[in-house]
């Protein structure tokens, strides 16, 4: 039986990596070409990284709230409606971007695999969801990250749960898991994404929103303090009063 050549990746990978998964305590071989065994390397593309929990959405609903209640209060602020429409005017930039390239895409000029499923996500993202709702559930990751980082192994976990969310709000199908004849979804599945798909749909969000629930997050520590602050006042109150 002739010997199965080894290809010059996984050559590489295995002088690095050796023969096993790179997660500590598993004991099964790595796949082909791979760092983790099937099962970790289907939660690389699930997660983010294999070590990742989930982030669903009602772990997401603290963080929410606090955004939600910050544009509440500042609802009548002229900043508040002057950053919305800054905001407004880089969609409208964004919605150009993902029709440019992926009429370049079908005209045989752009792209990888991985960014156009990523420009396919965001079209499906500016078809279906209001700017307001992205940038509520975008303001809400970065104040959820600012407030327990340690939920995220790293950044590019981090990137992968926002992604997976905005997947979830844009109501994306794959047209590649989609029944030609009946143009219904073959099966009900759990999306895998590519690092270019996910990197693809973070930085040209990036572009949009920026830190700007990193700022929310700030004003929202500062109210969280004076609330704390005046609570101290008339806890001391009560004690004086007889």
Request: charged share 25%.
């Amino acid at each position: 039986m002739a010997q199965q050549v080894m290809s010059q990746r996984e050559s590489k990978m295995s002088q690095v990596y050796g023969r096993g998964c790179q997660i500590a305590g598993c004991s099964q071989l790595r796949k082909s070409g791979k760092k983790y065994c099937n099962k970790h390397e289907h939660g690389f593309h699930l997660k983010g990284d294999p070590l990742q929990v989930s982030i669903k959405i009602s772990s997401l609903q603290r963080s929410t709230q606090e955004i939600q209640e910050l544009f509440e209060s500042n609802k009548s602020n002229p900043s508040l409606g002057d950053l919305k429409l800054a905001l407004g005017e880089r969609w409208v930039h964004l919605g150009k971007a993902v029709d440019k390239y992926l009429q370049q895409y079908e005209s045989g000029i752009a792209g990888s695999k991985g960014q156009r499923k990523g420009y396919q996500v965001l079209l499906s993202l500016l078809k279906n969801a209001p700017m307001d709702e992205v940038l509520l559930l975008w303001s809400s990751f970065q104040r959820f990250e600012d407030d327990m980082p340690s939920m995220f192994v790293n950044q590019r976990s981090y990137k992968h749960q926002l992604v997976k969310h905005i997947r979830r709000i844009s109501h994306f199908i794959d047209p590649a898991l989609i029944n030609k004849r009946t143009g219904k979804p073959i099966v009900k599945y759990v999306p895998e994404m590519s690092v270019p798909e996910v990197n693809t749909v973070y930085e040209l969000l990036n572009q949009v929103f920026g830190v700007t629930g990193y700022q929310f997050s700030k004003a929202i520590s500062k109210r969280v303090d004076a609330k704390e602050e005046l609570d101290k006042r008339v806890r001391a109150a009560l004690v004086g009063i007889t």
